[in-house]
């Protein structure tokens, strides 16, 4: 599962695993936030986690999500959650604006952080 | 012995000499179209996935150009913009050269730059996993096992192992999407509901959504996923073993059915697969 998450232990090890057919895989779930996850109160959670088809961290790679939600510079913090039959693997990003967005600059740069090693 | 059976028997014995020496008009010319169709038709089938998929990935790139990801998780060369672009441009120019080209070599060469070019768009950070890029990518593997076979069997041999084998693949592909989906969250209806009964914009879930209450809605979605389930185990299960027309038939329905009825940008992924299928219709001389 946690190829799904992009958190396998190494890029050519999980790049090898591309051929297995995985369309529709598992339940992927991801949350999008704007503060740090548990800064705020959940009442005030501005997004409610939503479904996905497969690999799950495509939401800020991919270019539908990564337009979404990092457009604008700012920082986001996703949280995705894949379950298959009683197993369970939550992770979550910080996606870091670098430097280079506090100019005018349409174009942003971002930097990948994973926050925590995956829970199962 | 009348002519068709002392060129097969020729073939039997040495396929590639006879192959170079058959006269025009032939039963061993007509093998030969047959054995170049069924490598065109699966060529044309990667061709049309990939270029269903282009204006999308035009749209996708000029995001990518703007909003760049520093992921230490992708080696630098599987997170550039201009890696993606050739090997997009890649797997198009190797599919539309080994439709025209009758040269064997350059067909094998073609074959591999398309699996590389694949294998790049399969692990790279802007595309990684694409369903679109891993059917192509099949597709692409059955291309250079086909084109490395050419010469070596006779036609119906090929043709049959062919046929064989793409329907092998297709099963393959359908059961791993099968087995990802057996577990609660899929047969209860809710991934599928969340992700396209809520808000897809598509004839199907927007007619169902002014017909239908919430709730209703819920279970419509519920049995749709139990459907696809089990379509997708069957199909995963049994298509290998049918006879060639009956799983090309079978095939072609059902990958068919899942673009038409789910999202009509699904034909990127089953269209190379639809092509795949379609060489189980190739007629043989041997039954």
Redesign the interface.
């Known amino acids: 599962m946690k190829r799904f998450h992009l958190q396998s232990e190494s890029f050519i090890g999980w790049a090898c695993q591309f051929p297995v057919p995985s369309m529709y895989n598992f339940a992927n779930q991801y949350q999008v936030d704007s503060y740090p996850p548990g800064l705020i109160s959940p009442l005030l959670d501005e997004s409610e986690p939503r479904h996905l088809n497969h690999f799950p961290a495509r939401c800020f790679t991919f270019a539908d999500g990564r337009y979404e939600y990092l457009r604008l510079g700012k920082n986001q913090w996703f949280t995705l959650k894949s379950s298959y039959r009683g197993q369970e693997l939550t992770s979550k990003f910080h996606l870091k604006p670098t430097l280079e967005n506090s100019n005018e600059s349409t174009r942003k740069q971002y930097e990948v952080v994973r926050l925590t090693a995956p829970k199962e | 012995m009348n002519l068709r059976q002392k060129t097969i028997s020729t073939e039997t014995q040495n396929p590639e000499v006879s192959r170079d020496t058959k006269p025009l008009g032939s039963d061993v010319n007509r093998a030969d179209a047959r054995i170049l169709l069924a490598h065109r038709l699966v060529q044309a089938g990667i061709l049309i996935s990939i270029l269903w998929k282009l204006k ?1 990935f035009l ?3 000029a ?13 630098s060369f ?1 997170r550039s913009n201009s890696v993606l672009h050739i090997s997009f441009v890649g797997v198009v120019a190797a599919a539309i050269l080994n439709l025209i080209t009758t040269s064997s070599s350059i067909r094998k060469t073609c074959n591999l730059a398309s699996i590389t070019g694949l ?1 790049i768009l ?2 790279h ?5 694409d ?1 679109t890029f ?2 192509a ?2 597709c692409a593997i059955w291309s250079w096992w086909f084109g490395s076979r050419m010469n070596r069997d006779t036609p119906d041999q090929l043709l049959s192992k062919a046929a064989f084998l793409s329907r092998l693949i297709i099963s ?6 099968a ?8 047969w209860s209806g ?2 599928l509901y ?2 396209y009964f809520v808000d897809r914009d598509y004839w199907v879930f927007n007619f169902l959504r002014d017909q239908f209450s919430t709730e209703e809605l819920k279970r419509i979605a519920m049995w749709h996923s139990r459907n696809v389930v089990m379509m997708e185990t069957a199909a995963g299960l049994f298509l290998w073993t049918l006879s060639d027309r009956m799983a090309a038939t079978a095939g072609i329905l059902f990958l068919t059915s899942i673009a038409v009825f789910s999202n009509l940008l699904l034909f990127s ?1 089953v269209g190379c697969l639809i092509a795949l299928a379609l060489v189980g219709y190739i007629p043989r001389d041997e039954p």
């Open positions: 999308f749209h996708a790139t995001v990518y150009r703007s909003i760049e990801l520093i992921d230490p998780f992708f080696p599987w294998s399969c692990t950070q802007a595309s990684y996993n369903a891993v059917t990518w099949w393959m592909i359908l059961l791993g999407g087995v990802g989906k057996w577990t609660n969250e899929y809710e991934v969340d992700i992924v």
